[in-house]
């Protein structure tokens, strides 16, 4: 099983306002989680990953910090959790494609060999999915309710 998610979206608006949402802590947390991000290297920040009771899952602190900030083309930051997840790196490469952007994005470095990390991959995947889409609806909303 390959480690990585690799995510890719295309988006009508320019990169500027695609890296704003990945780097504004109020529009950041709209779509992910509670954080107290800054887009700075070596800013070290946490994400509040809410308890859900109908999967059991008791909510959790990621702990991260900003190792690559280069507006608005590239954000890679370090996640870490207990257990499979507890090394991994994040990433968003925003390219421009036409008018808009092409967001590729990766989560890596999941250890699989540990006791639950098929588990924890696939939950990621999931949480991933789930948030890259309201990403895709809260630009598509900022778009629309800009004047």
Same mark, same amino acid.
């Given at each position: 099983?390959?480690?990585?998610? /690799?995510? %890719?979206? &295309?988006?009508?608006? =320019? +990169?500027?306002?695609?890296?704003?949402?990945?780097?504004?802590?109020?529009?950041? *947390?709209?779509?992910?989680?509670?954080?107290?991000?800054?887009?700075?290297?070596?800013?070290?920040?946490?994400?509040?990953?809410?308890?859900?009771?109908?999967?059991?899952?008791?909510?959790?602190?990621? /702990?991260? %910090?900003? &190792?690559?900030?280069? =507006? +608005?083309?590239?954000?890679?930051?370090?996640?870490?959790?207990?257990?499979?997840? *507890?090394?991994?790196?994040?990433?968003?490469?925003?390219?421009?494609?036409?008018?808009?952007?092409?967001?590729?994005?990766?989560?890596?470095?999941?250890?699989?060999?540990?006791?639950?990390?098929?588990?924890?991959?696939?939950?990621?995947?999931?949480?991933?999915?789930?948030?890259?889409?309201?990403?895709?609806?809260?630009?598509?909303?900022?778009?629309?309710?800009?004047?």
């Amino acid at each position: 099983m390959n480690n990585i998610i /690799r995510r %890719e979206l &295309l988006f009508p608006q =320019p +990169p500027e306002q695609v890296w704003q949402a990945i780097t504004d802590r109020a529009t950041l *947390a709209e779509w992910m989680y509670p954080n107290d991000f800054e887009p700075r290297v070596g800013h070290q920040f946490t994400f509040q990953v809410p308890p859900n009771p109908k999967v059991r899952f008791d909510g959790l602190t990621v /702990r991260c %910090e900003v &190792l690559e900030c280069e =507006p +608005p083309s590239r954000l890679v930051f370090s996640w870490s959790v207990a257990g499979p997840v *507890a090394n991994t790196q994040v990433s968003y490469r925003l390219e421009p494609d036409g008018p808009g952007t092409r967001l590729l994005f990766e989560h890596a470095g999941f250890d699989l060999s540990q006791v639950g990390g098929d588990q924890a991959f696939k939950g990621a995947e999931y949480g991933w999915a789930r948030m890259l889409g309201q990403l895709a609806t809260v630009v598509a909303k900022r778009t629309t309710d800009a004047p």
